[in-house]
């Protein structure tokens, strides 16, 4: 069982930064690939990047590897999103998820758990 805290949400203006921070608990949180997923209003959950035990990353299209960063601190059992020069449609509630390394790593049934979500806001 993993338990899962996003934090660092918030309103940013356009062209922006903030780092969300995915809190999980439990001694085999390291072992587990983290991904972030986003969820705007009326749309379905998209993945948007993953980090796997070693802390190599996985991004959802080229747009957004060149905006954010996905890394992890596994003696601190967090991972982080970086994201920059943030736009509007980057609006949406961001998840973190966990699960096993598995080909499926960009869906959300790729993933066990989940975490409540925090919001992102970005004004024009």
């Known amino acids: 069982q993993v338990q899962l805290v996003e934090s660092g949400g918030g309103l940013v203006q356009a062209g922006g930064s903030t780092r969300l921070s995915c809190v999980g608990s439990?001694?085999?949180?390291?072992?587990?690939?983290i991904g972030w997923f986003r969820q705007a209003p009326g749309k379905e959950r998209e993945f948007v990047a993953a980090?796997?035990?070693?802390?190599?990353?996985?991004y959802s299209n080229d747009s957004v590897k060149d905006r954010f960063t996905v890394s992890r601190d596994n003696a601190k059992n967090t991972v982080y999103l970086q994201m920059n020069r943030l736009r509007p449609e980057d609006t949406a509630v961001y998840y973190c998820?966990?699960?096993?390394?598995?080909?499926?790593?960009?869906?959300?049934?790729?993933?066990?758990?989940w975490g409540q979500g925090t919001q992102v806001t970005v004004s024009a």
């Open positions: 998820a966990a699960g096993a390394p598995s080909p499926r790593l960009m869906t959300t049934g790729g993933y066990d758990y």
């Open positions: 439990g001694r085999t949180f390291s072992t587990y690939v």
């Open positions: 980090v796997v035990y070693s802390g190599g990353g996985l």
